[in-house]
């Protein structure tokens, strides 16, 4: 059904959501946004799962935003461009706003998306060696879709202090940062992660799924409107000089003209 995730679910209801490009450090395809938007979907509506675990094969959790896919938006025209920014904005909504715990077993680094990805979890618990860093403003982009999320998960005052350097940091100043709730020995991250799902088990799914609206409801507000401005942001950003430069000195091995 899905070739850039998968899902297995245990006979207690917990259910393992795998990004599955490891060659590619998970990095968010076209095809992966629109499988987890659907695995979201399905995950959400089957009343069989309890909780639902999202991780990362291989080495990286999730490296960001693909950058063949970028740079196809990139030569795409504009509502082309609005139309796959919208994706990327929705299938993270469908993520936070998923009806069931999410619990994040960061297993490796997790830059650009990969940060927002995290922050779309419940609750998020990374290995002690993982690296972390809202990397865009160094090809020239911002962590525009991403962005209501990690705000809401570190606050404006901890999110400014990494959200526009592209600086890169460890799982410990994840932890001061909100952004991990602990990092742990890689060895004992499956019973960290044990830890967070097992209480889930004792309660009613119902009534999990309603306090988690609640939360929702009586936290930092992320509307459509707030939605669209972070699609038209990205999009302005595809569009821009720096971006352009920014992505094609990546792929040629170069500085962009404007770093130092």
Not at 148 to 170: H, K
Not at 232 to 251: H, K, N, P, T
Request: with cysteine; aromatic share 6%; hydrophobic share 45%.
């Amino acid at each position: 059904m899905y070739e850039t995730i998968s899902i297995e679910t245990d006979a207690r209801g917990v259910a393992t959501l795998t990004l599955d490009r490891a060659e590619k450090h998970n990095a968010l395809s076209a095809q992966m946004i629109d499988e987890l938007t659907q695995a979201a979907k399905t995950l959400g509506t089957d009343d069989a799962v309890r909780v639902v675990i999202l991780t990362g094969a291989g080495k990286s959790f999730c490296a960001g935003g693909d950058l063949r896919w970028m740079q196809d938006q990139m030569a795409a025209d504009a509502e082309t461009r609005f139309v796959e920014a919208k994706k990327l904005a929705m299938m993270l909504n469908a993520l936070n706003e998923l009806p069931k715990p999410l619990i994040g077993r960061v297993q490796g680094q997790a830059f650009g998306g990969g940060v927002g990805m995290a922050s779309v979890c419940d609750v998020a618990i990374g290995v002690e060696t993982a690296k972390f860093g809202l990397t865009e403003t160094r090809l020239g982009l911002i962590p525009a879709t991403i962005g209501p999320y990690v705000l809401a998960r570190l606050g404006e005052a901890m999110a400014r202090r990494v959200f526009m350097s592209a600086r890169i940091f460890g799982a410990e100043e994840a932890v001061t940062l909100g952004l991990l709730a602990k990092a742990v020995p890689a060895d004992a991250l499956d019973d960290a992660i044990e830890a967070e799902v097992v209480p889930y088990l004792t309660c009613a799914p119902g009534a999990v799924a309603e306090a988690k609206r609640f939360t929702r409801w009586l936290g930092m507000p992320i509307t459509e409107q707030v939605i669209d401005q972070t699609i038209a942001g990205l999009v302005d950003r595809w569009e821009s000089a720096e971006a352009q430069d920014g992505i094609a000195a990546f792929f040629d091995k170069r500085k962009p003209d404007w770093a130092n």
